[in-house]
């Protein structure tokens, strides 16, 4: 018989550093025992994203997730089934979309803002990692990340986290810090403090395969 794959959720806010903490995670493991769903892939078209007053699309709110495919897909791969999802590009026209390949493995991994504010994703993991960081450095981390990979400009940047990153932080993604199993540090003078939390995570992990 088969044995059931170990479900890890980790959340935090935008910029808290979730990639960094994954790549470290998924580079401790061969490809074959870890699968890894971003939810960053479940948006919704950009045509179909509610806008504010001053019409300006909301990335940050629990609506402009496709949660129900999202749930469908960890439906999937606990029932050993492979999975292809188109790659979620957030209006960015100088990249192309890949095909992304879900592979069943005896880990599999959730990221996203909103995972643990599913009430049903939240209760299929078996762990629940949060992903923490003081807001001036994911404010930092955002204004990069979104300059180079979204092509958004720094006023654009500025407005967005302003009127919907930190709101839906406050509202949708910290009450759920202290449901956590494990708070991950992620600030920039704890550098060692994450380092022994990856180490505690992978270490679990290994025991588990």
Known sequence: MQRKPYFVGITGGSGSGKTYFLNKLL?????????????????YPIHQQQKDENGIENFD?????????????????KA????NR??????????????????PAPIIVVEGIFT????????????????????????????????????????????????HVE?????????????ADLIIPNHINESNQLETAINVVVNHLKSII
Request: proline share 3%.
């Open 167 to 179: 709101p839906a932080f406050t509202k949708f993604i910290k009450p759920y810090k202290q449901e």
């Open 86 to 103: 188109e790659e979620y590009l957030f209006n960015n026209s100088n990249k192309k979309a890949n095909i992304i390949t879900l592979t």
């Open 27 to 43: 580079n401790a493991f061969n490809e074959n025992d870890i699968c890894l769903i971003s939810q960053d892939n479940y948006y």
């Open 80 to 83: 050993g089934k492979t999975v």
């Open 61 to 77: 709110i629990p609506e402009s997730i496709n949660n129900d495919e999202l749930l469908a897909d960890i439906n999937e791969l």
């Open 116 to 163: 643990f504010h599913f009430k049903k994703v939240r209760n299929a993991m078996d762990l629940k990692l949060f992903v923490d960081a003081k807001d001036i450095l994911m404010l930092k981390r955002r204004i990069y990340r979104d300059a180079k990979e979204r092509g958004y400009d720094l006023e654009d940047v500025l407005y967005r986290y302003e009127h």
